[in-house]
């Protein structure tokens, strides 16, 4: 109950174009939901996050979209560009930073 | 604003070696975190502390890991002996969320510790 189910596993997108990652979770006391990204040989950084009271929530070319009753989240990377290829990760935790759990990552590799 | 710090960078043991690694998180920050990062996974607890105490270690191997975090500031996490499966990198993490207020949960990440064990 403390997974965070994430797809795909890779991703390879065209300059400019969107890409879509999707995480799940099943416990319904998760009420913090970020994203991280990760180069290589880096620590992962936070990228956007929000909580179960909107449904939606937009940074830049980054958009949040949530969906309470179906306990998914996901990442929409708007005009993806190369600078984007990273490993993305979604997590979820508790109030207060509680059973802060990651899922398995995405590599995302945007092409010229 | 200085980061988390930790070292060393790498490291490189033999099965059966101890290892110790240290944290310095951002100044203020009051939790810090442990994870393991196996190639090809994302980031798995191992132990949150806040301040001095431990909050969760239900995910450390306490056979064989342990971790401190003395005056509620710098941490180590150690490990006696060490298997093969312990190859991975080490994360430490830390924010300014507080059990008991607070509700800014951004974790701030090190660059981690990368362990290989022969």
């Known amino acids: 109950q403390q997974q965070v189910k994430q797809s795909p596993q890779s991703l390879i997108v065209q300059k400019g174009g969107i890409s879509i990652i999707n995480c799940a979770y099943e416990n319904t006391a998760f009420d913090y939901f970020p994203w991280y990204q990760q180069f290589p040989g880096k620590g992962p950084a936070l990228l956007i996050a929000i909580r179960p009271d909107v449904s939606e929530k937009k940074e830049g070319r980054f958009t949040i979209s949530f969906n309470k009753s179906a306990k998914q989240f996901s990442l929409h990377i708007m005009d993806s560009q190369p600078g984007d290829s990273a490993t993305y990760f979604c997590a979820a935790s508790k109030s207060h930073g509680q059973n802060f759990v990651f899922g398995p990552g995405t590599r995302l590799s945007v092409l010229p | 604003e200085a980061g988390v710090a930790q070292s060393p960078r790498y490291k490189i043991i033999e099965k059966r070696q101890s290892v110790a690694f240290w944290c310095n998180p951002i100044?203020?920050?009051?939790?810090l975190y442990w994870y393991q990062q196996i190639l090809g996974q994302g980031p798995k607890l191992l132990i949150q502390f806040q301040n001095n105490g431990v909050v969760d270690d239900s995910q450390l191997p306490k056979d064989r890991f342990s971790a401190e975090r003395l005056k509620g500031v710098d941490s180590t996490l150690k490990i006696q002996p060490a298997k093969l499966e312990d190859s991975a990198v080490y994360l430490c993490?830390?924010?300014?969320?507080?059990?008991?207020?607070?509700?800014?949960?951004?974790?701030?990440f090190g660059s981690g510790t990368q362990l290989s064990v022969l």
């Open positions: 993490a830390s924010s300014l969320v507080g059990i008991h207020g607070g509700t800014n949960e951004k974790l701030f």
């Open positions: 100044s203020g920050h009051a939790t």
